[in-house]
């Protein structure tokens, strides 16, 4: 099982900006794709932003214009630039491998409010 630690979460208010990191323990230049998830409180973990091995990018209709996805393989590493931040975004975020669904991480809180 291939296990990532995210981190970058914190308390911001509406229109800020964070950046996300996830870090796997082993090379991520070989997995088919990495994604960032989120699940808010008492909804269903939902998938917003994908990076193929190509380096193409899929971004949910939520997030798409404010969210972006980018890695550096070198670092094993796997980012989510977030910005425009709004209350609806507030959630624990994820990586994991959509097409090899491993075990979940721990997550990083983010928070909007004013």
């Known amino acids: 099982q291939v296990q990532f630690v995210e981190s970058g979460g914190g308390l911001v208010q509406p229109g800020e900006s964070l950046r996300l990191s996830c870090t796997a323990p082993v090379s991520i230049d070989t997995m088919l794709a990495v994604g960032w998830y989120r699940q808010a409180p008492g909804k269903q973990r939902e998938l917003v932003a994908r990076i193929f091995r190509d380096g193409a990018t899929h971004h949910a209709d939520s997030v798409r214009g404010r969210f972006t996805i980018s890695r550096d393989n070198s670092k094993n590493t796997v980012f989510l630039r977030m910005n425009s931040l709004k209350p609806e975004d507030t959630a624990v975020y994820y990586c994991?491998?959509?097409?090899?669904?491993?075990?979940w991480g721990q997550g990083t809180q983010v928070t909007v409010s004013s």
């Open positions: 994991n491998q959509p097409y090899a669904q491993q075990s």
